[in-house]
């Protein structure tokens, strides 16, 4: 137990004797410069510039691609649509001339008279 007291006496010196000083964030880029060597700083270089490089491009040509998909089946697809909703308006509207037409049938037969 007392070499382990003693050690901890020198641990608590040594932390008391270090003090930080306050660096910069220039001094600390020059650190991290001088931790790394050159090859792995050139290779998180260029794996960094071709990922901003690649993200770029597919977003110019993804937004140029969106584009031309969505002005096309604009033009392409809204036709249709529109034709569509207007041939099932019409289809209602002749359902209903037929629903009238029967009723005024009806009514001109009059009440002892069969339907045909």
């Given at each position: ?15 008391d004797d ?6 910069t964030i220039?001094e600390?880029?020059i650190?991290?410069n001088?931790a790394?060597p050159?090859?792995?700083?050139k290779?998180?270089?260029?794996s960094y ?10 977003q ?5 691609g969106?584009?031309f ?13 529109v ?10 509207l002749e ?18 008279k069969?339907?045909s």
């Amino acid at each position: 137990c007392l070499l382990f007291v003693i050690n901890m006496k020198k641990i608590e010196e040594i932390d008391d004797d270090e003090e930080f000083e306050d660096e910069t964030i220039l001094e600390r880029i020059i650190a991290l410069n001088e931790a790394f060597p050159s090859p792995v700083r050139k290779v998180a270089s260029f794996s960094y510039n071709m990922t901003t490089t690649a993200l770029s491009t597919c977003q110019h040509y993804g937004s140029k691609g969106l584009w031309f998909f969505m002005s096309t089946s604009l033009l392409l697809v809204m036709p249709v649509v529109v034709l569509s909703i207007h041939d099932a308006e019409h289809a209602e509207l002749e359902k209903l001339q037929m629903a009238r037409q029967q009723q005024q049938q009806m009514l001109l037969a009059g009440p002892g008279k069969p339907q045909s």
